[in-house]
């Protein structure tokens, strides 16, 4: 893709994450000053040492996003240092044990709705907060192609928290893009990072479960997910609003 993001100011929650960090890097090479949060303050500062600084710079500032009082001051720091906010990946996630519904155990329940669905709709709500004053933006949200675009058994509170999101990106679009500020997901599937293994699963047997599965027969490159997330955020997709990309090698179609 030739779009640039320069003196554009992105911020990435879930910032250590690999996808985020591989996005991260794809948006700093093309000229965007990127800041990744999170919230383990450790992992943030190494995966922002790992990025190479394109001509923007690479920032990091903590925020749990289940809490609303660290996300909303997360973005006053993020305006406060860069003096502004343009671009918004809400990346965090996490898998939670799987279990069939019945034996599914409430904080697993819990756990994974508060940072997966909770979590986006926070970092949402304090992003367009500043956005929405200051004339617009674009936010991408991650869901998943399990959720609103296919099931898998023993992943209720996965597959709900992101079949949740891909909704809540279209209410979300719908209100504000009035304000100037476009709104949609990215819904890929299992992409080669640790969350795309079961338990116990060596990679040849990871790779042997998607090629059963996945009319593409592999796991997508987390690049492959970045380039779906770098287009949404740029003009290229200008009238795309409220869209939920499904990036999963024909495994949902
Ligand atoms: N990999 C896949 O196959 C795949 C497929 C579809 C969708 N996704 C989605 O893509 C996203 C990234 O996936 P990934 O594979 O790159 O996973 P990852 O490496 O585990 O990244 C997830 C990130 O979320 C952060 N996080 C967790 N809880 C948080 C909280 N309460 N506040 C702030 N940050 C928090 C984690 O921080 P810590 O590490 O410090 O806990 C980590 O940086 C997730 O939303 C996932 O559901 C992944």
Do not use: C
Not at 84 to 109: C, M, Q, R
Not at 126 to 153: D, F, K, L, Y
């Amino acid at each position: 893709m030739t779009a640039r993001f320069d003196d554009k100011i992105v911020l990435i929650t879930g910032g250590s994450g690999v996808i985020a960090g591989v996005t991260a890097q794809a948006f700093a090479d093309r000229g965007a000053t990127v800041v990744l949060t999170g919230h383990n303050p450790d992992r943030l500062a190494a995966a922002a040492a790992r990025l190479r600084p394109g001509e923007g710079g690479i920032d990091w500032v903590a925020a749990d996003v289940t809490d609303s009082g660290q996300v909303a001051a997360m973005v006053a720091e993020v305006v406060r240092r860069h003096g502004g906010l343009d671009v918004a990946f809400n990346s965090a996630g996490i898998f939670g044990k799987g279990a069939p519904l019945a034996d599914l155990d409430e904080d697993t329940w819990s756990a994974v709705l508060n940072v997966n669905l909770t979590g986006v709709f926070l970092a949402m709500k304090h992003e367009i907060a500043h956005m929405r004053t200051h004339g617009g933006g674009v936010i991408i949200n991650m869901a998943s192609n399990i959720g609103a675009h296919g099931r898998r058994p023993g992943l209720a509170a996965y597959a709900a928290s992101k079949g949740a999101v891909s909704v809540l990106t279209q209410t979300a679009a719908r209100d504000h893009i009035g304000d100037g500020i476009r709104i949609n997901a990215v819904s890929p599937g299992a992409s080669d990072t640790p969350m795309s293994y079961r338990p116990g699963e060596t990679s040849a047997d990871r790779d042997a479960r998607v090629k059963a599965a996945v009319p593409a027969g592999r796991v997508s490159d987390p690049a492959e997910v970045a380039a779906a997330v770098l287009w949404l955020a740029s003009d290229d997709s200008s009238f795309v609003v409220g869209h939920d990309l499904v990036v999963d090698g024909g495994a949902t179609a």
